[in-house]
């Protein structure tokens, strides 16, 4: 059974930075691209971050050059370190091991609790 716990969240000023972190067990781990997904209130869930195997990353527009996504497959543990947050960061933070299918990136496991995340102006 796949398990994924997010965990890192918190409440911070604009400016700041955190760092999440999401433990992956119950699936290799290794060969699994991960995304980090966030949902604010009242909007739908959105990509932030996505991390292949190989270590190779893409961004949403509105988080490049301030989060960066990495994993530790020894850990089985994937992280967004998260700079120069901004308001508009605050949400529910997701991750997930995905799959490419014919309708985009097919979430593999169900999904965690999540981490909220809090950014005041």
């Known amino acids: 059974q796949v398990q994924l716990v997010e965990s890192g969240g918190g409440l911070v000023q604009a400016g700041g930075s955190l760092r999440l972190s999401c433990a992956v067990s119950?699936?290799?781990?290794?060969?699994?691209?991960m995304i980090w997904y966030r949902q604010a209130p009242g909007n739908q869930r959105e990509f932030v971050a996505r991390i292949n195997g190989a270590g190779g990353t893409n961004y949403a527009d509105s988080v490049k050059g301030r989060f960066t996504i990495s994993r530790d497959n020894f850990k089985q543990t994937v992280y967004l370190q998260m700079n120069n947050l901004k308001p508009e960061d605050t949400a529910l933070y997701y991750c997930n091991a995905v799959e490419m299918s014919t309708a985009g990136w097919r979430p593999l496991a169900s999904w965690g609790q999540g981490t909220q995340v809090t950014v005041s102006s």
């Open positions: 119950g699936l290799p781990f290794t060969s699994n691209v």
